[in-house]
């Protein structure tokens, strides 16, 4: 995909051929690998609590945020109507933070001591098991 891309401005199916020309160069292995790291990036954005070398990794990788941007876009823009096998489905949901989480796997990331506050909060990333029981009742 080239830097200046718009999207109005290019057909879906060159769009298609810039993906799959990108997911050839990658391989299999390191796509899914950074696709799982993407995952818990965006995990942790939404909770704001990415570990500066979590931060650092991704922004090595993704050097141009708004070039990320507009190929996150894109390619969910492909996948919308495709139909994904249960492995698939599966995959999607893998998320880990590069270089190792603060819950250390344990689902709960511990909090500043402050008065009246909670000393650890959920992991975005290793809680959602957690999160998943509780809201069905199992916890
Ligand atoms: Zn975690």
């Known amino acids: 995909m080239p830097n200046r891309f718009r999207a109005a401005s290019v057909e879906a199916t060159q769009v298609a051929a810039w993906i799959v020309q990108g997911a050839e160069r990658l391989g299999a292995e390191e796509l899914r690998r950074q696709a799982v790291f993407s995952y818990g990036q965006r995990l942790m954005e939404m909770s704001a609590r ?15 945020a708004g070039r990320l941007d507009q190929a996150e876009r894109a390619a969910a823009g492909s996948t919308v109507w495709a139909r994904l096998s249960a492995s698939a489905l599966a995959r999607n949901a893998d998320a880990e933070v590069e270089g190792g989480c603060p819950c250390g796997g344990g689902g709960w990331i511990a909090m500043p001591p ?3 506050a909670p000393d650890a909060m959920t992991c ?12 069905g009742g199992a916890a």
């Open 124 to 135: 975005p990333v290793h809680g959602r098991e957690t999160v998943r029981r509780h809201r």
């Open 50 to 64: 990415v570990p500066v070398h979590a931060q650092a990794a991704h922004e090595q990788r993704f050097p141009r």
């Open 114 to 116: 402050l008065p009246e």
